[in-house]
């Protein structure tokens, strides 16, 4: 039985070529978020903070890994609620409960990921802050 042909745009490349392209995709996405997507630069300008900050506590391993990865998850769900949000202006710019909604859960994801990020931030930072202020 014969498979229809892929519609990706990764079809006939293998190896090295597939991985350049993906790359290349990749960062055209980082570009994008970063010059027409509000939120995602105030959110890179945050973890230019708060990633530096991460690696200069003095914490263990594992909760420098929180650290890291919570602020990496808001980048990354943030990333995918754009993403949510031009396939949907794709479909139509015509308001559409069901738009809403799609638009809706992908602020929530954002605003889950945000909340999770400041509790980390606050249960392991926020002692060693209190800390250096009390001397």
């Known amino acids: 039985m014969k498979t229809p ?12 070529d597939r991985i350049v392209h993906a790359g290349l995709n990749s960062w055209r ?20 903070i708060l990633l530096p900050l ?20 808001v980048l990354i769900v ?18 559409h409960p069901l738009s809403g909604i799609a638009k809706d859960l992908g602020s929530a994801a954002v605003l889950i990921a945000l909340l999770l990020a400041g ?3 606050a249960l392991i930072a926020g002692p060693l802050a209190v800390g250096w202020i009390r001397g």
């Open 5 to 16: 042909p892929s519609a990706s745009a990764f079809k006939g490349r293998t190896g090295l």
């Open 29 to 48: 996405g980082l570009r994008h978020a970063f010059v027409h997507e509000s939120a995602f630069r105030q959110e890179v300008a945050l973890s230019a």
């Open 54 to 73: 991460a690696i200069w506590l003095p914490v263990t391993t594992v909760e420098r890994l929180l650290l890291i990865g919570s602020v990496l998850l």
């Open 119 to 121: 509790l980390v931030w």
């Open 78 to 95: 943030e990333l995918l609620n754009s993403g949510i949000e031009a396939a949907i202006d794709r479909i139509s710019l015509e308001r």
